[in-house]
């Protein structure tokens, strides 16, 4: 059983609030923390957008990615997780993280992000990557 709590922010932009996130993390019992939006590219360092205590796993927009999108998920260091492209479509953004614990059953985590001027097709999409995890 995973103890702790389970979060997800809209950031608007990672980068611009990681201070006050580390700051916020430091006095919390979060141990999954996802983020939509985070607006970061291959220009920012993982060490940049560190938390102390927390891996990173990121998907960041592949177009124009410091004006927009991006994903991310950060799990305590105690708990060994593994990225699941094999989840994802090719058409969402979104990450899949595959969590285990000793004496537990693996669980998935995932996060996605749609823009708001999106095609309603996309949920198609997205239902395609629950259908996937479902039958996982």
Request: aromatic content about 8%; glycine content about 6%; hydrophobic content about 35%.
């Amino acid at each position: 059983m995973l103890r702790g709590e389970k979060c997800n922010v809209t950031a608007r932009g990672l980068l611009a609030h990681i201070d006050e996130l580390r700051v916020f993390m430091s006095n919390s019992k979060i141990n999954i923390l996802s983020f939509n939006e985070t607006k970061l590219d291959a220009t920012i360092e993982d060490s940049e957008v560190y938390l102390p205590g927390f891996e990173i796993a990121r998907k960041d927009r592949k177009v124009n990615g410091r004006n927009g999108g991006g994903v991310c998920i950060y799990v305590q260091c105690n708990l060994n997780c593994k990225i699941r492209d094999d989840l994802c479509t090719e058409n969402l953004e979104c990450l899949v993280l595959e969590i285990t614990k000793p004496r537990s059953r693996l669980f998935l985590v995932s996060t996605w992000y749609r823009l708001s001027d999106s095609p309603m097709s996309l949920f198609n999409d997205l239902q395609e990557l629950v259908n996937k995890n479902i039958s996982f």
